[in-house]
């Protein structure tokens, strides 16, 4: 696998706010994962795109892929206060080994 | 069941102690992984074991020392650790792809906060 690189490397926005967050990679990928963070917790993964899909949806989430630009986004709509979480992008090119970027730090205030 | 365990959740040891960290799934995963996160840091993969066999050590130092003695545990053996060593430990397990399952989802414990004298 290989490493995702995250933009912004923080975020700061009001409860209800939407929040993008970016990821770019460097090689071609079967899929890219996204997982959150809370605070000196174990990941949660969030969602997974194959590289043959565009958007996929879960909930309040939304991700796009672009393999052509080989980049990637996380939309939360409406956020929450719950939300305030490091995010973290993993592109994957199979097998076993993921790298992971430094991450987006979300921080929404009520 | 879709949990990942983890114990001890936090651990102080001296540099001459040793200690095991323990990783528990019953998902039916074949892979289980040891990652190790400073502060504000994103996790660094440590080892991955593959249906019970190590497949990737990523040049970790011998001090620590895994183990996976059946496909639900994995344990990590520390050994003269050294401050710097202080972090948070993860555990993940995910479904290989050789059986046949998505193989890219990992599913993490809450951690071992480890904190080396």
């Known amino acids: 696998s290989q490493q995702g690189e995250e933009d912004p490397q923080a975020l700061s926005i009001q409860e209800g706010e939407n929040a993008t967050m970016n990821c770019s990679y460097k090689t071609s990928i079967n899929n890219l994962q996204w997982y959150r963070q809370n605070s000196g917790r174990g990941l949660v993964h969030l969602i997974l795109?194959?590289?043959?899909?565009r958007e996929k949806h879960s909930g309040r989430l939304r991700v796009t892929l672009d393999t052509s630009k080989k980049s990637s986004s996380l939309l939360i709509t409406a956020s929450r206060a719950a939300d305030t979480a490091s995010y973290f992008c993993?592109?994957?090119?199979?097998?076993?080994?993921?790298?992971f970027g430094a991450g987006t730090r979300l921080f929404v205030k009520a | 069941d879709t949990e990942v365990t983890q114990t001890p959740k936090h651990l102080v040891m001296g540099m001459t102690n040793k200690k095991s960290l323990k990783c528990e799934q019953h998902m039916g995963h074949r892979a289980m992984y040891w990652y190790k996160q400073k502060a504000k840091k994103p996790p660094e993969l440590m080892f991955v074991y593959s249906y019970e066999k190590l497949s990737i050590n990523e040049s970790v130092p011998s001090r620590f020392s895994p183990e996976c003695p059946n496909s639900s545990l994995l344990n990590l053996h520390l050994h003269a650790l050294q401050p710097e060593d202080s972090a948070l430990y993860l555990c993940?397990?995910?479904?290989?792809?050789?059986?046949?399952?998505?193989?890219?989802?990992?599913?993490f414990g809450p951690g071992t906060r480890l904190t080396v004298l």
């Open positions: 795109i194959r590289s043959n899909e």
């Open positions: 993993a592109p994957n090119t199979g097998g076993f080994k993921t790298i």
């Open positions: 993940a397990s995910s479904t290989p792809r050789l059986a046949g399952g998505q193989g890219d989802t990992q599913y």
